[in-house]
T-cell receptor, first 111, second 111 residues
C-alpha cells in the first residue's frame, strides 16, 4: 500500500529552469494539496484540488502551476525556477477532513 | 498576526517528565483542530484530533479552550521516541477543507 508517492525526491535546478513534481495517491481521495516547508515558516499551502479537473490557489501560489487531470495525480510545475523556491515540497491527500496523508517530500534546490 | 501560533522551542525535557505545549489560533469561527507530529526530515503525520471535551490517547492529552482561543497538548511520561516537532493545525472547513499549520514546537527528550 503505497499511500502518497512523490517524485522526484531530490532535485537541483539552475535559476530559470523548469520542472514538474508529481504526486500520486492510491487511496481514492478527492482532496489533494501541495505545501512547501521552510525553516521558521512552517507548512504553507501552494495550491490544492477538491476533485479531478479542479484546482485552486492557496497561500503562496505565485511562481507555481498545478494540474489534476486524473483523480490520483496532482502535478506541481515551476515554469522558471528562482532561488526563493528552494524548499521542501510536500504533497498530501485527504477525504476532506483533518487527516492528511503526506508524501515523503521532495527537496528542491535552485542555484 | 499568524492564524496559528506556536512557541518554536526547543523544549528539552528528561525522560519520564510531563511536558505541555500551547497553540493559539486567531479565527474564532474555527471548529476543528489537530496535532500532527513531524520527525526530523520526515513528513508530518496525524497525532490526534482536538475535541471541545478534550481528547486522551494513552500518554497524550489534547484540549481546546475556545474562550481563550488556544489548544494544548500534554505528554506524560515522556519517552526518547517522543522527540519530534509537534504541529498545531486548524481545519477551516469553510474554504474547501484547507488546513493551516503552525510552525511547530520542537521537543527533545533526553536521558
Amino acid at each position: 500500500n503505497a499511500g502518497v508517492t512523490q517524485t522526484p525526491k531530490f532535485r537541483v535546478l539552475k535559476t530559470g529552469q523548469s520542472m514538474t513534481l508529481l504526486c500520486a495517491q492510491d487511496m481514492n481521495h478527492e482532496y489533494m494539496y501541495w505545501y512547501r516547508q521552510d525553516p521558521g515558516m512552517g507548512l504553507r499551502l501552494i495550491h490544492y484540488s477538491v476533485g479531478e479537473g479542479t484546482t485552486a490557489k492557496g497561500e503562496v501560489p505565485d511562481g507555481y502551476n498545478v494540474s489534476r487531470l486524473k483523480k490520483q495525480n496532482f502535478l506541481l510545475g515551476l515554469e522558471s525556477a528562482a532561488p526563493s523556491q528552494t524548499s521542501v515540497y510536500f504533497c498530501a491527500s485527504s477525504w476532506g477532513g483533518g487527516e492528511l496523508f503526506f508524501g515523503e517530500g521532495s527537496r528542491l534546490t535552485v542555484l | 498576526r499568524k492564524e496559528v501560533e506556536q512557541d518554536p522551542g526547543p523544549f528539552n525535557v528528561p525522560e519520564g517528565a510531563t511536558v505541555a505545549f500551547n497553540c493559539t489560533y486567531s479565527n474564532s469561527a474555527s471548529q476543528s483542530f489537530f496535532w500532527y507530529r513531524q520527525d526530523c526530515r520526515k513528513e508530518p503525520k496525524l497525532l490526534m484530533s482536538v475535541y471541545s471535551s478534550g481528547n486522551e490517547d494513552g500518554r497524550f492529552t489534547a484540549q481546546l479552550n475556545r474562550a481563550s482561543q488556544y489548544i494544548s497538548l500534554l505528554i506524560r511520561d515522556s519517552k526518547l521516541s517522543d522527540s519530534a516537532t509537534y504541529l498545531c493545525v486548524d481545519l477551516n472547513t469553510g474554504t474547501a477543507s484547507k488546513l493551516t499549520f503552525g510552525t511547530g514546537t520542537r521537543l527533545q527528550v533526553t536521558l
